[in-house]
Each structure stands twice: as C-alpha cells, then as structure tokens.
C-alpha cells in the first residue's frame, strides 16, 4: 500500500519532475532531509527519510551510498573529531614523550626528571639519588605516550573520537552511526507506479463514464475534521452522491481503515482499486464490514469485480507480474 503522498513522489520520480531524492546534511546541525521528498509528501506520511527507506525495501527505489555521518552518544552533536587520548582516562593531553630508565634501580622517569641544577651538570636518579655521569651510562632511553592528566604511559594512545560540542571524548564504537543515501526509481519501482497510475486512470475514467467530477490526488476532510489525503475523488452535484478511491497492490487492514474513515468524513461510498487483484483475509472482511465496493485492474486496463483473498503476493509472484507488466509495456 503507498499512500497519495508516497504516489505523488513516486510518480515524480517516474516522469522526472524528481530526478533522484538526494540527502542534504545541514551545516550548522548535521541534520540530514531529503528535501525533495519532504516537499512531495504528505505530513501523514512520515519522516521522508524513512518513507524512501521503506520504499528501497520494498525494491521499489535503489539506494546509492552516499557517505556516513557519526553523532556525540551523548549530546547528538554532529562534529566529531579523531583524536589518540589516554585508554585510562580517556585526556586527549597524551604527548609522546622520552623517557629514561636506571638501570640500576629500575626507575623509570621523564628525561628531564633526571636533570639537575647542580654546577657540574651532573645527572641524577630521581628514584635511588645516584649521580649519574652522563645520560647514556647506566640508563636505557625510550619513548612512550605520557598523559599529562593521569601519568599513564602507553606504547599507543587509544583512538578516540571528540565531540566539538560537549567535549566529551567517546570510543568510536559508541558514536552514533547514521548511513546516508540517495534514492532513485529503479525498473521494477518504475513498472510498479506505472501499474498504480494506469489503476488509477481506469478509477478516473470509469468515474467519469458515469458522470461524476473527478478529481485526483486530494484531500477529504476527516470525521475529526482533518484533512486526508485521498487518491481519487468523485462527485455528482446533480444526484449529491460522492465517490472516495484509494488504490492499492495489495490492501492491508490500515489501508481499508484509512479508506473508511475518509469516506464517513466526506460522506462519500469508498471504492477500493487493487492491481494485484487480492487482498488480505482481514482486509477483505473489514472491507466486506464496511461497504467498501472491491475492484481490481485486469491485464487491459480496465476495472472488473473479482478478488482472491490470500496473503501478500510473495517476492516471486510480484516479480512475474512486474515482469509481466514490463514486457507487455516494451
Ligand atoms: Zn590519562
Ligand atoms: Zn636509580
Ligand atoms: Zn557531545
């Protein structure tokens, strides 16, 4: 089921008015939109970004990477920077750094450690006192990492990631990991709007044949006086009778729901197209329930009444009849 808004969008992306829905990362915030989306659809449809994640599932649009964003676990800022930091608490102030063993005592200490003012410049231990005639007798030289806030020395720093926001200094593991893409109508994406869009005519046409007005892709105003997006809209002035339409691959129990609820708001009897001519079981009987009249599209474009109940069409029947639907559009 998609909704009008999800149509619309898809539909733009069939004929081009949308080329593909490219992801914006916002500067200031590093939030991440689709603007073109958040433009086509409808504020019942959910954030855009999940919409076109849902519809890249369902193998209707294909997904190109774009690039990963990493946000502060603790304060959701955006800009993180590499930094090596202490692996015992976590100070970026870590400094590579020479340090200086005796051999003799085994005291390990910052090469300055062992300086002295004395007149001679004489060197001495800082651990056992030992003068020491020169740096390299008696003492072994090596570098290591000395973090300036807790003395630790390490042959690495750790690898840490730094909020620029809050300061705070997190393993990148505990970064918020977000991937971004962009999406674009594929083959199969394309044949499926097709599909729903000649359904979506023959709704029209038929409605017009018996003379109603017809208008697509609108809004109805709700039971709660809200507005709801409707895919086709009929009315006679001349008889006061409405007609609300929705179309659907394969209606679930919220689409005829949705379907009812617009046409109690308007007045109007619901008419529900499907282009995979089933429907599920509990739909169907909320449908039955409800007064919903039930068409399916047939292979010429015309509406017929005859609907199977069954489950969803499976990943392979759908696949045939896009195929199907593919080579009869060549
Ligand atoms: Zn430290
Ligand atoms: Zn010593
Ligand atoms: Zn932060």
Redesign the pocket.
Known sequence: MVSPGTLRLLANLADGRIDECVPRIEAETGAVSHPAAAETLDTGDGPPTEVLESLARRDLLARAFEEKLYY?P????EELTYTTACPSCNSPHTVETELLEHADCGRVELHAAFETEGEYGEYVCPGCEEALPSFDINTSSYRRYVCRDCDERVERPAHRLR?R??A?VVTPRRAIERVCCRYSLDDVGKVWVETQLRAREATVEALEAKGFEVTIDTTVTGPAGDERPIHVYAEDDLLGDRVVAAIHEWPDVDAVSALRTAAQGSDARPLLVTTSGSIGAEAASLAADSDVALLRLTEDDTLERDHQTGGRPSERTTFLQRLTFAVRGT
């Open positions: 502060c603790d304060c959701a800022g909020c926001e809050c705070r």
